[in-house]
């Protein structure tokens, strides 16, 4: 079982930045894989990025390529997505997950945080 708790949501103006962390419980952190994803309102949950157990892996969504990054610290059992460059369209709930294997699924993932909110405005 592993329990997932974000934070560092808020409210920033479009172009500036937020850093997002998800801390774990369970000594297992270090064995999965772990994903950002967001859901904006009226919209299903889309991946952002992911984060191979490792660390050495890692994959994002178009949308936010060369703004955002993933990052991880098994010695805190705690994952982070820093954003830059915010946009309005960035508005969103952001989940972070874990997940047994490398992928971009939402399906595939086991574990959920409850969300933090990010709001961008214009």
């Known amino acids: 079982q592993v329990q997932l708790v974000e934070s560092g949501g808020g409210l920033v103006q479009a172009g500036g930045s937020l850093r997002l962390s998800c801390a774990a419980s369970?000594?297992?952190?270090?064995?999965?894989?772990m994903g950002w994803f967001r859901q904006a309102r009226g919209k299903p949950r889309e991946f952002v990025a992911v984060?191979?157990?490792?660390?050495?892996?890692?994959s994002y969504a178009d949308s936010v390529k060369g703004r955002f990054t993933i990052s991880r610290d098994n010695a805190k059992n705690t994952v982070y997505l820093q954003m830059n460059s915010l946009k309005p369209e960035d508005t969103a709930v952001y989940y972070c997950?874990?997940?047994?294997?490398?992928?971009?699924?939402?399906?595939?993932?086991?574990?959920w945080g409850q969300g933090t909110q990010v709001t961008v405005s214009s």
């Open positions: 997950a874990a997940g047994t294997y490398y992928n971009t699924n939402v399906a595939e993932y086991d574990y």
């Open positions: 369970g000594r297992t952190f270090s064995k999965y894989s």
């Open positions: 984060i191979s157990w490792s660390g050495i892996s890692t």
